[in-house]
């Protein structure tokens, strides 16, 4: 019998945070960075969030409103995600209260849907803020998603609780958005060369890898590491945050595990950091990450998110070009 190859039925799209740098350096406003996602081929999907993108965070003036729908017309793109944030030491006395976390994320996720969003991101999921929000997810036909982000996974125990409250609550519109931030198999390249850059050798950054893909705890792993650099008379502090960030934003759980919340998918961070000469991305397999997709059946939308800006001055790259150059890596394997 003749193999029957499985057609992608997700989208591609882009969130607007690729280009958080040239954004807060003034080299593009909003209508200027859309015009060239559009010429360029980026999408259709566009994400944006909320505290990067609107001036007024949490309030979204319907003058914002307006000239966003504008621009969704003028350009042609499809609003896929909007992103909510939720600052809970905005008051430095104190952290919000459940009712103003509740106040703080409604607000966003009404304008989100004013906006033409169907999916918004979440960053709190407990249950008694869930409660409160569903039944306006239910009233304006959104979805809401928890990011999955580096060092969690869908099995972790973080990630396990908030799954239990969503079967608990037995909903279609709470779910999930997988970053492949979650499921690299090495640490990026421009981290090592942070590394480099910050004075560690060869031996230290082996052993950083080495502490890095074992399987204990992440704080273990970076605790390792740092007794490890003191051991060397090395001082952590030296690499700034970027000692931390090795582990935090490089996840090392199998790709495979995305299976297991396939079916509460909705919407996806194609996350990368570097490009390699040949047109691939550089520590995360993207063909095995679109076959789990395409073969789960996911059909929604794939942002990419390049997040190299962590650790390239501004004009070192451009983050446009090399977003078109991995979503046309992975319409390879689509």
Do not use: C
């Not at 959104?142 to 990630?159: Q, S």
């Amino acid at each position: 019998m003749t193999e029957v190859a499985t057609k992608a039925k997700f989208k591609l799209g882009v969130t607007l945070y690729s280009f958080a740098s040239e954004w807060a350096a003034g080299e593009y406003n909003l209508d200027s960075m859309l015009k060239r996602v559009v010429d360029m081929g980026i999408g259709p999907g566009v994400e944006i969030m909320a505290s990067q993108t609107v001036r007024t965070y949490p309030e979204t003036p319907d003058e914002f409103v307006k000239e966003w729908l504008g621009y969704v017309d003028k350009y042609g793109f499809v609003p896929s995600m909007y992103g909510t944030n939720l600052d809970m030491g905005r008051n430095r006395a104190k952290e919000m209260t459940l009712d103003e976390e509740y106040e703080f994320v409604l607000k966003q996720i009404e304008a989100g849907a004013k906006m033409g969003f169907p999916t918004i991101k979440i960053q709190s999921a407990t249950g008694e803020l869930l409660t409160k929000l569903l039944p306006h997810a239910e009233r304006l036909n959104v979805k809401l998603g928890y990011e999955i982000h580096a060092p969690e996974g869908p099995n972790t125990d973080k990630i396990m609780k908030i799954r239990d409250t969503y079967a608990k609550l037995d909903s279609p519109l709470l779910g999930f958005v997988p970053d492949f931030s979650s499921t690299m198999h090495t640490m990026g390249r421009s981290m090592l060369q942070t590394f480099r850059d910050r004075g560690l050798d060869e031996a230290a950054i082996q052993k950083a890898l080495e502490f890095w893909a074992s399987d204990a705890p992440n704080p273990e792993r970076i605790a390792g590491f740092v007794d490890y650099l003191a051991s060397r008379g090395i001082d952590a502090n030296t690499l700034g945050p970027f000692g931390r960030m090795a582990f935090n934003m490089n996840g090392h759980i199998a790709p495979e595990e995305w299976k297991d919340i396939m079916h509460q998918v909705v919407h996806i961070h194609a996350k990368f950091f570097d490009m390699n000469e040949d047109g691939s991305v550089e520590a995360i397999d993207y063909e095995k990450h679109t076959r789990i997709f395409a073969e789960g059946g996911f059909d929604g939308y794939i942002s990419s998110e390049w997040e190299g800006h962590a650790f390239a001055d501004i004009g070192q790259v451009d983050p446009f070009v090399v977003v078109k150059q991995q979503q046309d890596f992975m319409k390879k394997f689509m």
